[in-house]
RNA sequence: GCCCGGGUGGUGGAAUCGGUAGACACGCAGGACUUAAAAUCCUGUGGCUUCACGGCUGUGCGGGUUCAAGUCCCGCCCCGGGUACCA
């Protein structure tokens, strides 16, 4: 039959644009610029299943698009190399972790390729090779020499800093830094070249240092924040603990304000950028020094209005006043109380967020205004990490200083009118102020505002804003990744000279850490630099993927990471496609090495993606079959009510529709299968789905490889698009993919003759009929794409093809148009449907159709309105227009005559051809 | 707990700025073509009711605004995702 041989043809283009180098994109070119990204995965042994194509599927239909409007579209693909999964398998195998992700990029190219994207290939990149993270180390090396003034809010040189500590010492330098002690010029050039390297430390975007990190001994590393879930590592689920360590850190802290402001300029989703600005967490408040003794507690509140209600203090147990405060008697169980909070691992302590432990100090602390003694407690609901580690408990206002004061019989006081304190706290920043000396009367934001003035006034505390966010631990203890470009000479690092960039992997024996207990690193042979040790951690995953998009620019670059002329021309990212996962990690950290680079001149802009779309993930569906326990008997699913059975998991490749092809069961697990007794339902063996990650585990992965073969990839890109919004989680299913199918015969026969022998097309003028089916058809397809909206676009085509059908039309002034139309979702039929109507040019080069509203002004369609006026008009489309008409009649229902009595229309809201509403 | 989404036929999902709810597709039922099958085409398909024309009802629940509500407002219920002692 030689109807629509999709595997023909797909392979046949697929090639053509290979050799023709179709979709390279020009770094010099005219065109207006278009940059079109997908997250590049990370190449797993598993391969790609159904589900990662699904943002590259819309990432393509947009490339295409913006190519047929005449833009330069910049449309890259590369490899997040490095990673965990590798080395662990290195590790189980001793396969070195090169070889296995070069296999697996074998395997990601060849299923990519079989799809038909457009990715300019002759741009890929790869994160762990040598020539790429030579930059990611640069990269590095300018945050080593770079320091964050918060009086400019950029970073500037290192080099600056110094001149500033030579001139005056750095009483006057406001900075992101650790604390340092204040010194004076004079001061500063007394100290010992390795005193001051100790002290710029404290400055540098890179720093060393000791800190409080989450140990992940399972995997032998640290991880950041974001890489640690529900007190276990987000890869592999292993337990996480605190531990003090000296390790490398990006100041991202100090960009916090202005990652949180950059935030408005970015067409991203709410809840992403809901998502960053929590994980930010700005809050504003004040800070207040509660005199004990000799010492001074200092805590930060928001709620500086509730000072009067002030009923204890509690320090976190790792605070440093903590044993100085703490009376003899209460010694013995404070003691033993902060032993145990150290003790408790990340995920302990988060299990355990409602039992209420604490201790008493035994001290005192005088209240600001009234000088009461106010105790001082530890519990370990206060977190020593953030603000000053202390807080001013006010029970009645916050609901946790609430359940402490409860537990320990606290007194509550209330200072804000509206709540009922024997049920619960009232923490709503509404009603007014009683029992608050000088607050008293006012509502809650005025008593704010007073109290700051007071407290401020007084020399008490000032106003402050507080971010959650932490500086990020860049460190791993792992093999696996680029190694960080530092040397440590008298026990003070030093960056490499840019010069030696990179500093390769060194080959190892063992992908373990050594005897001793220092990272993989520390194994290699002669790992110095003129002599010196060289750092013997590797930077964390997310170091090579916050800049990658740069490199696409310009990749085989080996003077910088890319050049100006590339930068400048192809600018921020204008469309980014991938996963929501990477909500707080990667796309965080892009925007703060976004813009450090900007600070430092490298790139002209401050954000690097404009708009961000997120894709839904596509789970799996297994199939389950029933065995009859004890029994080697499989029955069907609506049997198994009638047995004592047990769920077996089966291969979904199997089964069509919930029905087993028993045949392929056999073959799939001869031992258990082959030889069974089967109870079918009406000759079938129907098995039951359930909806959930796709993973090897459950049988549940689809491979696009099979689909393409079966189906043909167009169909699968149209799949895709059709089951639903691009943004929308959804269950993989092949349920109606045969109606996709079913279309594209549809259109291939609209140029062929029934027999579907010959091709044949006519250059008769269009019909009105036709050409208003055209036409809506580009409206349509048109605002989809800038929509998002791939999904109804496809069924757009459906009628479209099923009228002209209808109407037997086979005419070039249509069916030429429409191809283009529908090349971006099936590019490969459009180019052999192209081919035939005698082009000799690759379709990405036609333009695209341009709507002509006129087209669907319907003839019979008079407007029956008796005004002067707007008429807005619902036909299939909306269309806004200035109508007089002079004879006309107003044809409305009872209710509207009524509706109108004695008024004149204004505006008339048309609905195919009725009045729907008459504004008066 | 808090913050985002979302709830529409047997199923996936359409419905623009408040304007014919259920586009399109799957599935199902019936029919045509065929020796037969595949493929293709046609008809029907929210529910109730009616021989039929038609009528009634219908977008998680309860109220409200409006000539008109899936859409807007108030109060609930349920589901999905994120986040968690941040003072």
């Known amino acids: 039959m030689a109807g629509y041989n999709f595997n023909e043809i797909e392979k046949n283009w697929q090639q053509y644009w290979a050799q023709k180098a179709t979709f390279k994109a020009d770094n010099n070119s005219t065109q207006p610029k278009y940059y079109v990204l997908d997250m590049f995965p990370y190449p797993s042994g598993a391969g790609l299943h159904v589900g990662h194509p699904l943002g590259y599927i819309a990432s393509d239909i947009v490339t295409r698009y913006k190519r047929h409007k005449g833009f330069n579209v910049l449309h890259p693909m590369g490899y997040d190399a490095f990673g965990l999964p590798a080395e662990q398998y290195a ?190 967490g700005k809050s504003e408040g004040t800070s207040l020094t509660f005199e004990a003794g000799d010492d001074s507690i200092e805590v930060f509140t928001t709620r500086p209005d509730t000072i009067f209600g002030v009923s204890f203090l509690t320090l ?101 009118s509206g709540g009922d304190l024997s049920i619960e706290s009232y923490d709503a920043k509404e009603g007014v102020l009683v029992n608050s000396d000088f607050l008293n009367g006012l509502d809650v934001k005025s008593a704010i505002k007073t109290a700051i003035k007071k407290i401020e006034a007084e020399g008490l505390g000032k106003g402050k804003t507080n971010y959650r966010l932490r500086d990020a631990v860049f460190g791993r203890q792992r093999y696996w990744g680029e190694p960080i470009p530092m040397y440590s000479k008298d026990g003070i690092p030093y960056p490499v000279a840019e010069k030696d960039l990179p500093i390769a992997l060194p080959e190892i ?164 299968f082959a030889d069974a007794d089967y109870e079918l339902e009406d000759g079938k063996l129907i098995c039951d789905n359930e909806v959930g990650k796709m993973s090897k585990r459950w049988h549940n992965v689809v491979n696009p490889d099979t689909i393409c073969q079966q189906y043909g990839a167009d169909t699968l890109r149209l799949y895709e698009m059709f089951l639903g919004p691009l943004q929308d989680a959804k269950p993989w299913s092949t ?55 791939f999904n109804t676009s496809v069924s757009a085509f459906m009628v479209c093809v099923n009228e002209l059908q209808e109407l037997k039309c086979n005419k070039r002034e249509i069916l030429e148009p429409f191809i283009v139309l529908l090349s971006p979702y099936a590019p490969h039929i459009a180019e052999e449907l192209w081919k035939l109507c005698g082009h000799q040019e690759s379709i990405a080069k036609a333009t695209w159709p341009v709507f002509n509203p006129e087209h669907l002004i319907e003839n019979e369609f008079n407007y029956p309105i008796s005004f002067n006026g707007k008429v807005r008009f619902n036909l299939n489309f909306a269309l806004d227009m200035d109508v007089k008409v002079v004879e006309q009649q107003v044809i409305a229902n009872e209710q509207t005559q009524k509706y109108l009595e004695g008024n004149a229309p204004k505006k008339v809201i048309v609905v195919k051809g009725r009045i729907v509403n008459i504004v008066v």
């Open 91 to 280: 590790i189980q195998t001793g396969q070195h972790p090169a070889v296995t992700t070069e296999e697996n990029i074998g395997r990601y190219r060849e299923q990519l390729d079989k799809i038909g994207f457009s990715f300019d290939w002759s741009r890929e990149v790869r994160t762990s090779d040598e020539a790429y993270y030579k930059w990611t180390q640069w990269i590095f090396i300018q945050l080593f020499n770079s320091w964050f003034n918060k009086s400019t809010g950029k970073a500037s040189p290192i080099s600056e800093l110094i001149a500033l500590f030579e001139a005056s010492g750095n009483a006057s330098i406001d900075a992101a830094c650790d604390e340092t002690k204040i010194f004076t010029a004079e001061e500063w050039k007394t100290y010992s070249e390795q005193d001051q390297h100790k002290i710029l430390l404290n400055y540098r975007l890179a720093f060393l240092s000791e800190a409080m990190v989450n140990w992940c001994p399972e995997l032998g590393t640290v991880l950041a924040n974001d890489e640690v879930k529900d007190g276990v590592s987000e890869r592999g689920g292993y337990p996480v603990e605190r531990k003090l360590m000296t390790q490398w850190s990006l100041r991202i802290s100090a960009y916090s304000e202005r990652l949180l402001q950059g935030l408005d300029t970015l067409e991203w989703s709410d809840s992403i950028k809901e998502a960053q600005r929590n994980w930010i």
């Open 316 to 416: 976190a147990p790792e605070h440093e006043l903590v044993n100085k405060l703490t009376t003899p008697d209460r010694k013995a169980a404070v003691d033993a109380y902060v032993t145990m909070a150290k003790n408790r691992s990340e995920r302990e302590r988060m299990a355990d967020v409602k039992t209420i432990s604490g201790e008493f100090t035994g001290a005192y602390a005088k209240h600001p205004f009234t000088g009461t003694p106010i105790p001082i407690w530890i519990g370990d609901y206060v977190l020593a990490g953030y603000g000053t580690g202390a807080v001013m408990a006010v029970p009645g206002h916050d609901s946790r200083d609430y359940a402490f004061a409860k537990h320990f019989n606290l007194p509550i006081i209330e200072v804000v």
């Open 509 to 672: 024996d063992k992908f373990l850490p050594t005897e001793t207990g220092e990272p993989p690193l520390a194994r290699a042979k002669d790992w110095t630099y003129n002599g010196y040790p060289l750092e013997t951690t590797t930077m964390p995953g997310w170091a090579g993927s916050s800049w990658y998009y740069l490199r696409y620019m310009d990749p085989h670059n080996d003077k910088e990471l890319a050049s100006e002329g590339a930068i400048n021309y192809w600018q921020q990212v204008d469309l980014y496609i991938g996963g929501s996962e990477h909500a707080v990690g990667h796309l965080l950290y892009s925007r703060f090495w976004c813009k450090f680079l900007n600070d430092i001149g490298k790139v002209p802009f401050d954000e690097p993606f404009k708009k961000l779309v997120n894709q839904g993930m596509i789970q799996g569906t297994s199939c389950l079959v029933y065995r009859v326990s004890n029994e080697k008997k499989i029955v069907s699913a609506g049997l198994k009510n009638q047995y004592d059975t047990t769920a077996i998991h089966i291969d979904v490749n199997i089964v069509n529709n919930t029905i087993v092809d028993i045949e392929k069961l056999k073959e799939w697990r001869p031992s258990e």
């Open 735 to 789: 349920q109606g993919i045969e109606g996709v199918l079913r279309f594209l015969r549809k259109a291939w026969r609209l140029f062929h003759n029934n027999t579907e022998e010959n091709f044949q097309l006519s250059d008769e003028a269009a019909t009105k009929a036709e050409l208003k089916i055209l036409h809506r058809t580009i409206k349509k397809a048109t605002e989809d794409i800038d929509n998002f909206s």
